[in-house]
């Protein structure tokens, strides 16, 4: 190769090379405008959106500056964090921000203390309105009810006018009308009890003489009986206020008094009751309640003898082993253990005026008073003398007590009980 045509060569790598330097300066230049263009768009569309949040909050915070003041605090990282803003104008917005922000908390806290202002003078405005309303109705009551003293007092009802007056001062407090009120009342009331006292005085003066008078004459018989009416009222009332079984807890009562005579040992809880269900001809109720509480099961070893007695008395016996007791409930029997049958005992009354109320017109009312009284004693020790041990006193769960006023008895005890009672009693 000539020396012409190397150096021909040369050349043109050398021209080759320097026009695609020349090209690769020419594309940098073309990529940095873009960027430029692209920052530019992207300023441009930041400064706007700053523009739209600071109207929306300036829109916003005239009703509720609170939610302008979060509206500026969520476009603050926006600010903080872009990379196209000059450092001068980031801190021209962050202050206007930051400025807004502090505008619209101290404008939300007026508006909660202003609130809270309002709120506390429509309260006392209520309070106000409201003790005036207690005021007026508080001089309505005491009106009526100084009318209404007036009214008794006027019937003589003077009791209850100081009753009624007392009551007047403990509610409204003592003011000079209910002070007069109550003092007038009182003194009326006095008046009118020392009256009663002086006739009652006298009443039974008559009455005692009447008395000593009719226990000096003699008896026409052996036995003098209060007249045929008062005794047929006395029984009445008695009746009056039984409370009688019905007629499935009367048969299954009766079925409990069905004669036995039998034994067996260690025969299984199912077939005694299955034998007992037989013998009675009613259903024996357990709940598996009852037989977990009682810790037993069907299969239970149970023993017993008995020997011209009844239903009832096997029943109690088995029971009893088994650390059951029976009762007579929703019209059927059933097995429960102690404590469960402490809670199924139900209570009635029974009038004795018929029975304890005889006397002897010859003895002084003092005495016959004392002969009642021993003899409603008996009643009672007779009562309890059936089945003790299903009373308080000998820790069962039955009890009894005396109403001196009505000449009752209050028994409290077993559906069997009252049945056997409804017949000691007549």
């Known amino acids: 190769m000539s020396t012409s045509v190397r150096h021909l060569s040369v050349q043109t790598i050398l021209t080759v090379v320097v026009l695609a330097a020349t090209h690769s300066a020419l594309r940098a230049d073309e990529q940095l405008d873009q960027v430029k263009k692209l920052n530019a768009i992207a300023l441009q569309k930041l400064e706007s959106e700053y523009r739209d949040v600071l109207k929306q ?10 939610k302008a003041a979060e509206i500026l605090r969520e476009f603050l990282p926006r600010i903080e964090a872009s990379q196209i803003l000059s450092e001068t104008r980031r801190k021209q917005m962050l202050g206007a921000l930051l400025s807004r922000i502090e505008d619209n908390d101290l404008a939300a806290k007026r508006g909660a203390r202003q609130q809270t202002e309002d709120a506390e003078r429509e309260l006392r405005k209520n309070e106000r309105f409201a003790d005036q309303q207690r005021t007026e ?39 000079p009308a209910s002070s007069a009120a109550y003092r007038g009342a009182t003194i009326a009331e006095q008046i009118a009890e020392a009256k009663k006292l002086r006739q009652e005085r006298g009443n039974r003066y008559l009455g005692t003489l009447r008395d000593v008078d009719r226990a000096a004459m003699l008896p026409i018989g ?54 007992l269900q037989k013998l009675t001809g009613q259903n024996i109720i357990i709940t598996k309640e009852t037989m977990e509480l009682a810790q037993i099961t069907y299969e239970t070893e ?35 253990t102690p404590l469960q049958a402490r809670d199924l ?3 009635r009354v029974y009038y004795l005026g018929d029975i304890a109320g005889l006397v002897d017109i010859r003895l002084p009312p003092i005495f016959n008073q004392a002969i009642v009284a021993q003899t409603v004693a008996n009643i009672v020790d007779m009562i309890q003398s059936i089945e003790p041990s299903s009373w308080r006193i000998n820790g069962g769960v039955g009890t009894i007590a005396v109403q001196p006023g009505t000449l009752s008895l209050i028994i409290k005890q077993s559906a069997e009980m009252h049945y056997v009672l409804s017949g000691a009693l007549k």
């Open 57 to 66: 909050a300036y829109e916003v915070g005239k009703k509720e500056p609170a």
């Open 137 to 175: 109705q508080d001089a309505s009551d005491q009106q009526r009810l100084l009318a209404r003293i007036r009214e008794l007092k006027a019937q003589g009802r003077y009791k209850e006018a100081a009753e009624l007056a007392d009551q007047l001062a403990r509610n409204h407090g003592t003011t």
């Open 222 to 275: 052996d036995i003098e009986f209060p007249d045929a009416r008062k005794w047929q009222e006395l029984t009445k009332r008695r009746k009056a206020q039984e409370n009688p079984l019905s007629e499935k807890e009367k048969a299954l009562l009766r079925a409990l008094n069905t004669p036995v005579t039998t034994s067996f040992k260690n025969q299984s809880f199912k077939e005694t009751l299955e034998y």
């Open 302 to 336: 149970v023993s017993a003898t008995v020997r011209g007695s009844t239903a009832r008395t096997l029943l109690r016996k088995i029971a009893g082993e088994l650390g059951l007791t029976f009762v007579i409930k929703d019209e059927s029997i059933q097995l429960l």
């Open 345 to 347: 005992t139900t209570t």
